[in-house]
């Protein structure tokens, strides 16, 4: 058995090939970027240096080709040497918002699919030799730390190693470089203090990391080569749809790969970059996705909403409705009518309470009903009198029924119809229509006169969006009998019968 009766002060062992098959298969860059994570953790290091190359001899020793990473700083070197070789061990950087490290484990997971590797820091030097195991030494080094580890990984992932690694956006207080390139600190177009993002912290070292909250600062930046990015105090953690690059200033929760956060942290940073950009976007950047997102998130301002909206829709719009007359008295008045089925429903509620009214509210069919009074019926003027009569005599030679004709002035604010048909009955707006419209040359009707009452006409028959279906296949009806009137010579005299 072996194994019985023994004893150990340490619960648990872990296996180096257990963790190389965890880390095998991430890309390289992913487990440099641990590395470079902790120079920048360190406040005593001003330079961090990564050289990234192939090792010729063992493609042709062994048949597989090697890379050599090395990852290079100024500082005080390690506090603790076995920290080297230690998974978990307790840290402070776990009590500390603003360091990236949690789990104690990053220089390790590069150094666990490594052929061999080796760690010199001030005044100690930690061998992991090709045939396994480590030997601990002593050195004469003053300052600084150099990880080197030599990986078994074909030489064309270098090219796409080198490039991730520039893009990460280093603190203005560390010089970095890499494969000689030195990588400028970014420029911000704008930075936002907020309250609501999650982080990870615990309250000591040998305390559990816990989900919290602190006010922190999100840097925005250009993006790099066009493609937006996430990081986490600089250090890259995935794409974005959002065209930035953006930085947050704390611990952001993560898995322990570090390569990946939840859609709902996502969604929360899209409210935070679109609270600082949304008066910069055009028509066609307030349609993307994570513009949407963004203004789903109940965190995101009704100020901002209001913003993206009219970006996205102008301000002359309004919300169709099933009420199909009401639409098209909106498309009349040269609203433009935004369908709900172009809006997700949480982004439709939240243009709503920012202002976006429905066709119904602005221009429902006027009647006066016991919510108030809507028009003031006018007492009919002489010079009103043929429009009156030819309105009855198309509708009942179209229609099939003398309709009702009234005179109207509308007294909600802003209303701008010139007329209006619901109910058998045709309502004109005399002092939007002018004096001008009800003139008759001999009694003749003129072209306008028929043209709107024809167009008012087909509403008999309800569309189902503004200008298409029914009501179009009704106007044309309409117009074709019209026509027909005219050619048979049955048409309307003016004589006020």
């Given amino acids: 058995m072996g194994i019985r009766g023994t004893t150990s002060t340490?619960?648990?062992?872990?296996?180096?090939?257990?963790?190389?098959?965890?880390?095998?298969?991430?890309?390289?860059?992913?487990?440099?970027?641990e590395l470079v994570a902790n120079v920048w953790d360190e406040p005593t290091a001003t330079e961090c240096t990564v050289s990234i190359s192939p090792v010729e001899w063992a493609s042709i020793a062994k048949g597989a080709e090697s890379i050599t990473v090395s990852v290079k700083d100024n500082g005080a070197g390690f506090a603790r040497v076995t920290d080297a070789f230690t998974l978990m061990a307790p840290t402070d950087k776990r009590t500390d918002s603003k360091t990236r490290g949690r789990f104690n484990i990053g220089e390790k997971e590069i150094i666990s699919i490594a052929t061999h590797a080796k760690i010199e820091t001030v005044g100690t030097t930690v061998n992991f030799p090709k045939e396994g195991g480590r030997v601990v030494g002593k050195n004469k080094r003053k300052k600084g730390t150099i990880v080197t580890a030599v990986v078994e990984r074909p030489h064309d992932e270098i090219e796409e190693t080198v490039a991730r690694?520039?893009?990460?956006?280093?603190?203005?207080?560390?010089?970095?470089?890499?494969?000689?390139?030195?990588?400028?600190?970014?420029?911000?177009?704008?930075?936002?203090?907020?309250?609501?993002?999650?982080?990870?912290?615990?309250?000591?070292?040998?305390?559990?990391?816990?989900?919290?909250?602190?006010?922190?600062?999100?840097?925005?930046?250009?993006?790099?080569?066009?493609v937006g990015r996430i990081y986490e105090m600089g250090i890259l953690i995935q794409e974005i749809e959002a065209p930035y690059s953006v930085d947050i200033q704390q611990k952001v929760p993560m898995p322990p790969n570090r390569?990946?956060?939840?859609?709902?942290?996502?969604?929360?940073?899209?409210s935070i970059v679109l609270g600082a950009i949304a008066k910069d976007l055009d028509g066609a950047e307030a349609?993307?996705?994570?513009?949407?997102?963004?203004?789903?998130?109940?965190?995101?301002?009704?100020?901002?909403?209001?913003?993206?909206?009219?970006?996205?829709?102008?301000?002359?719009?309004?919300?169709?409705?099933?009420?199909?007359?009401?639409?098209?008295?909106?498309?009349?008045?040269?609203?433009?009518?935004?369908?709900?089925?172009?809006?997700?429903?949480?982004?439709?509620?939240?243009?709503?309470?920012?202002?976006?009214?429905?066709?119904?509210?602005?221009?429902?069919?006027?009647?006066?009903?016991?919510?108030?009074?809507?028009?003031?019926?006018?007492?009919?003027?002489?010079?009103?009198?043929?429009?009156?009569?030819?309105?009855?005599?198309?509708?009942f030679k179209l229609l099939g029924f003398e309709g009702t004709v009234n005179f109207i002035s509308p007294k909600m604010v802003g209303d701008n119809r010139i007329a209006q048909?619901?109910?058998?009955?045709?309502?004109?707006?005399?002092?939007?229509?002018?004096?001008?419209?009800?003139?008759?040359?001999?009694?003749?009707?003129?072209?306008?006169?028929?043209?709107?009452?024809?167009?008012?006409?087909?509403?008999?028959?309800?569309?189902?969006?503004?200008?298409?279906?029914?009501?179009?296949?009704?106007?044309?009806?309409?117009?074709?009998?019209?026509?027909?009137?005219?050619?048979e010579g049955d048409w309307f005299v003016g004589q006020g019968s």
């Fill in 10 to 33: 340490a619960r648990f062992e872990v296996s180096t090939e257990g963790m190389k098959g965890l880390h095998d298969g991430r890309p390289l860059w992913g487990l440099v970027k």
């Fill in 165 to 226: 690694l520039l893009e990460f956006l280093p603190p203005a207080d560390k010089a970095y470089t890499v494969n000689g390139e030195t990588v400028p600190t970014p420029k911000k177009i704008a930075t936002v203090s907020n309250r609501d993002l999650p982080t990870i912290i615990s309250k000591g070292a040998n305390e559990p990391l816990r989900n919290g909250w602190r006010t922190c600062e999100v840097d925005i930046h250009e993006p790099i080569r066009g």
């Fill in 259 to 270: 390569d990946t956060v939840t859609q709902t942290y996502l969604q929360d940073v899209y």
């Fill in 287 to 395: 349609s993307e996705a994570w513009v949407q997102m963004g203004v789903e998130d109940s965190k995101t301002t009704d100020e901002t909403v209001g913003i993206v909206m009219s970006a996205k829709l102008g301000d002359n719009a309004v919300l169709w409705s099933s009420d199909t007359q009401s639409n098209e008295r909106a498309y009349e008045a040269g609203k433009d009518v935004v369908h709900p089925r172009t809006l997700s429903k949480k982004e439709k509620e939240r243009f709503q309470k920012a202002g976006l009214a429905s066709s119904t509210a602005e221009f429902k069919l006027l009647t006066n009903t016991d919510e108030g009074i809507k028009f003031e019926t006018l007492a009919k003027k002489p010079e009103w009198k043929n429009v009156e009569e030819y309105t009855k005599w198309l509708s």
């Fill in 421 to 487: 048909y619901g109910g058998k009955t045709l309502d004109f707006v005399p002092q939007r229509l002018g004096k001008a419209f009800f003139q008759m040359d001999q009694a003749k009707p003129t072209p306008q006169q028929t043209e709107l009452i024809l167009h008012e006409l087909a509403h008999h028959n309800p569309s189902d969006r503004p200008h298409t279906g029914d009501y179009l296949h009704t106007f044309a009806e309409l117009s074709a009998k019209a026509v027909h009137l005219a050619l």
